[in-house]
């Protein structure tokens, strides 16, 4: 990513969270289909109830899962409300959180933490609003991310190497896509779908009961063995598109 983001504001879909009712059964899943290592944990995450892992795609891209600790947590009653395990969150590196912060508020898009960690403000904005919880961490420089340093095991043959994309679902995928170009600053394109560019990842909007992230789409890595169309887990589906 170097010399890509040299000016102005910039935006980088860096990592993608799974929202499940069993950490381990899901994470196994995962991991045997993508063949990706085991992952690592987030040690801030247990002060709020939650369990978790992050699995590395490739250098600079992740996929994390989340289980509640506990049924009062907000992660509880979001899989409860919605009838099952989905797509949570998403992770988006920003170089200046203000602009961002600015436009949100302009639209009417909630606030629901602003606070700091690991050394930078982290911003996470109201999931009813965008149809899942949205992260922006302000991290200036786009070869830097939050896991850089921790150590992490490699798997030797991984079936995918990157995040090409994800897609958001909701009831008015229109209306969500307008408000997230708003929030972003983008303009949508939608001469075949509603999408926009989050750094070199997509995020698009399609029609769905339930408002969240429903489908996330990975770079097949070269001479990696096929994975069978349809894979779901977490309530996600995993779609796997050559690299």
Same mark, same amino acid.
Not at 78 to 98: C, D, F, H, P, T
């Given at each position: &990513? ?7 504001? =910039? ?18 899943? %995962? ?6 290592? #085991?992952?690592?944990?987030?040690? +801030?995450?247990?002060?709020?109830? +939650? ?7 490739? #250098? ?17 009653? =979001? ?11 998403? $992770?988006?590196?920003? /170089? ?8 949100? *508020? ?8 602003? +606070?700091? *960690? ?10 009813? @609003? ?9 991290? #200036? @420089? !786009? ?14 043959? #991984?079936?995918?190497? @990157? ?26 394109? $939608? !001469?075949? $779908?509603? $999408?926009?560019? %989050?750094? /070199? ?9 339930? /408002? &969240?992230? /429903? !489908?996330?789409?990975?770079? !097949? ?23």
């Amino acid at each position: &990513m170097t010399g890509t983001h040299d000016a102005g504001t =910039w935006e980088i879909l860096r990592q993608v969270v799974i929202g499940a009712r069993d950490l381990d059964k899901t994470g196994q899943q %995962l991991r045997e289909a993508l063949n990706l290592a #085991p992952g690592f944990a987030d040690p +801030l995450l247990e002060d709020i109830g +939650l369990a978790d892992e992050t699995l590395a795609v490739g #250098p600079q891209a992740f996929l994390e899962i989340v289980a509640p600790l506990d049924e009062t947590v907000s992660l509880a009653r =979001w899989i409860r409300k919605g009838g099952g395990e989905g797509g949570y969150a998403l $992770s988006i590196q920003v /170089s200046n959180i203000e602009p961002y912060l600015e436009r949100a *508020a302009a639209a009417d898009v909630r606030t629901v933490a602003d +606070l700091e *960690a690991y050394g930078h403000r982290i911003v996470q904005l109201h999931p009813g @609003d965008l149809g899942l919880l949205v992260e922006l961490d302000e991290i #200036p @420089d !786009a070869d830097e991310w939050f896991w850089d340093q921790t150590e992490k095991e490699v798997s030797l043959d #991984p079936r995918v190497d @990157d995040i090409l994309g994800v897609d958001v679902s909701s009831p008015d995928p229109a209306k969500t896509a307008a408000l997230w170009a708003e929030v972003f600053g983008k303009k949508l394109d $939608s !001469a075949q $779908s509603l $999408s926009i560019a %989050l750094g /070199s990842r997509a995020v698009s909007f399609v029609p769905g009961e339930r /408002s &969240m992230l /429903s !489908a996330v789409d990975l770079a !097949a890595s070269i001479g990696a063995n096929t994975v069978e169309p349809g894979l779901i887990v977490g309530g996600v589906e995993f779609r796997i598109h050559p690299g």
